[in-house]
């Protein structure tokens, strides 16, 4: 069976799962719940009725930056990095709604980040209690997917409701001290791609919605995302550049009670604000059966930040930081079942 190139382009890339950089405009020793970038790659589009998989790793390769590196003297060469394996579901029924079709994705991933002295060894700053965690994050499902496309001008919309559960690895106190995060995260989307002529124009925005730490009761920020997609498929093979942007839009919370127990300084240790931006390319060939994509990306832009009087006057200076890195991530999506096609009338002859 030969799937479709856009079929495929479709299908991939759909996971959204955690893992990111340090940053420490949230909650320490949290991470946001989806690498960003993650979306690079897919598409507004649906693929035919069936049921697909896709595999994806991915490599972090970074350095810490931002106000810390100079507050505590740290300098720019502590290292962090992450290794990330996930398993996905995509189910495409082939049902409509209001004109749309419908499909819903379900992920699993798997973790291992380490972080460098002196940073791996200062567990008030990253929440844990060792250089190198690993373990299974939380799951990922998107009940509701709807594409619409526009007529037949190549346009594409998709929207959906992407749902993160409290069941990972959670350790520490504060339970911050692994890759789990204890808390329900909410991830609204929305996708608009040009998918004609064998491009692939498209725009992923999805934000972040955390509730609180069902361990300390401290609410993490909202986090926005935008990735970016301007491919040409060439045959079999695709490629172009790619890139993403991050933010934390919102404030942390840490009410007075059990959150400010565990986290005495409450949110004045950590950033505000914390923002990255990074560029790079993909390629992608399509074997028939299976598709294989590969991105790469660079941050050019990483920054952390934080206003609060309270942490200037603790610590004599911003202790905000981020990480600086680039990323690999390799796809491979295929499509493990399909309906039958319905049998074809057999005509007889006398």
């Known amino acids: 069976m030969r799937l479709d190139s856009k079929a495929l382009l479709a299908a991939a890339g759909l996971a959204a799962f955690a893992f990111s950089a340090p940053a420490n405009a949230i909650e320490g020793g949290v991470l946001p719940q989806t690498k960003a970038g993650l979306f690079i790659g897919s598409s507004a589009g649906v693929p035919p009725p069936g049921i697909y998989m896709f595999n994806q790793v991915f490599t972090y390769q970074a350095n810490i930056t931002g106000p810390l590196t100079t507050t505590a003297g740290l300098g720019t060469h502590n290292s962090f990095q992450a290794a990330v394996d996930l398993q996905g579901f995509l189910f495409v029924p082939g049902w409509t709604f209001l004109g749309a079709t419908y499909d819903a994705v379900l992920v699993q991933p798997f973790v291992q980040q380490a972080v460098g002295n002196p940073l791996g060894s200062n567990a008030l700053l990253l929440g844990g209690t060792s250089t190198v965690e690993s373990g299974i994050h939380n799951t990922y499902f998107v009940p509701v997917e709807l594409s619409w496309k526009l007529g037949t001008s190549g346009f594409a919309v998709k ?192």
């Open 159 to 350: 929207t959906g409701l992407g749902i993160f559960a409290p069941d990972g690895t959670v350790t520490g106190v504060a339970g911050t001290g692994n890759v789990g995060n204890a808390f329900w995260t909410f991830q609204p989307e929305v996708i608009i791609s040009y998918l004609a002529n064998g491009f692939n124009l498209t725009a992923a925005l999805y934000e972040e919605f955390n509730t609180a730490n069902t361990v300390d009761n401290y609410t993490t920020g909202d986090i926005f995302h935008a990735d970016f997609t301007a491919t040409k498929t060439f045959g079999k093979w695709t490629l172009g550049p790619v890139a993403y942007y991050q933010a934390q839009v919102s404030d942390d919370k840490c009410p007075i009670g059990l959150c400010t127990r565990i986290n005495p300084l409450g949110t004045n240790a950590n950033a505000s604000r914390f923002q990255q931006f990074a560029v790079g390319g993909l390629v992608e060939y399509n074997f028939g059966p299976a598709s294989l994509s590969v991105w790469a990306t660079q941050e050019v832009l990483a920054k952390a930040s934080n206003v609060n009087p309270v942490t200037t006057a603790v610590f004599g200076g911003d202790t905000s930081f981020t990480a600086k890195g680039m990323t690999v991530l390799a796809t491979l999506s295929y499509r493990l079942w399909a309906p039958e096609e319905p049998a074809k009338p057999t005509m007889f002859h006398k």
